[in-house]
């Protein structure tokens, strides 16, 4: 029996609808694949300027950090600048008074709803720098840096909920925040993302994502990231 002209035409845009929407089912895969290991450049926020002075030690060539005594002794308040150059300085810390500390502590709490004070207060509680140790609080002021886009808080915060070993919503929510610092960059974040798939922690277990983020970590630096890459036999 013979096709009528509009039933040929019905036909053919049938099989054309389908054929668009498979590839446009093809195209998204491919590109929510990528988004996964897209990164991207890290936000900066101004940290004020330091008066810190840096010199070239003679016994190991490093360059090293020669604090300001007046920051040492209280006198003034740190820019979040210093601030940061002291809490990453062992020395410096343990050479500050009471009062040096305090001040440190004080200049953060000033700037308190800038992200990286807020990253720097979480780190001076996680390490019980400047004031006692509390893991409770580290994570109140990481989340707040972490919400406004800190990687190094996001990727610490994710770290610590890992840690925490508070369960599957605990690990979910590290890999929300683990995922938003590998994406900008971070190779801590990026390897610990790695094993977050290689175990199922948070996420659907994933051996290939595994090893993508741990190559990717490696790209950026991270010697775990290399070893584990090595025990994958990969």
């Known amino acids: 029996m013979k096709e009528n002209k509009s039933d040929v035409t019905d036909a053919v845009q049938h099989w054309i609808a389908v054929v668009v ?4 089912i093809l195209s998204g895969c491919g590109r929510n694949e990528s988004a996964e290991f897209e990164i991207t450049p890290p936000r900066e926020w101004d940290e004020g300027i330091s008066r810190l002075r840096y010199v070239v030690s003679e016994d ?3 360059t090293v950090l020669v604090t300001d005594n007046s920051l040492l002794r209280g006198e003034r308040l740190p820019t979040i600048k210093e601030a940061r150059e002291l809490i990453e300085n062992a020395d410096a810390v343990g050479m500050m008074t009471d009062e040096g500390r305090a001040n440190l502590i004080k ?6 709803d800038h992200p990286v004070a807020q990253y720097l207060l979480g780190a001076c ?3 019980g720098k400047c004031v006692d140790q509390s893991k409770d609080e580290a994570m109140k002021w990481w989340l707040k840096a972490a ?3 800190c990687r190094e808080a996001q990727c610490n915060a994710g770290t610590l909920l890992l840690q925490r070993g508070g369960g599957k919503e605990d690990d979910v929510a590290a890999v929300k925040w683990l995922r938003l610092a590998a994406k900008q960059g971070d190779a801590m974040a990026q390897c610990n993302l790695a094993i977050c ?5 948070g996420v659907e277990k994933s051996e290939e994502t595994a090893i993508r983020w741990f190559k990717i970590a490696v790209a950026h630096g ?7 890459l090595k025990k994958m036999g990969k």
């Not at 929407?21 to 446009?24: G, N, P, Q």
């Not at 798939?197 to 922690?201: A, C, N, T, V």
């Not at 991270?222 to 584990?228: F, G, S």
């Open 222 to 228: 991270d010697e775990y990231a290399k070893e584990a």
């Open 21 to 24: 929407a498979a590839c446009a």
């Open 60 to 62: 190991t060539g490093k």
């Open 107 to 112: 200049s953060l709490m000033k700037k308190s």
């Open 197 to 201: 798939y290689r175990d199922g922690l």
């Open 147 to 149: 919400e406004q886009g």
């Open 125 to 127: 509680y996680c390490f």
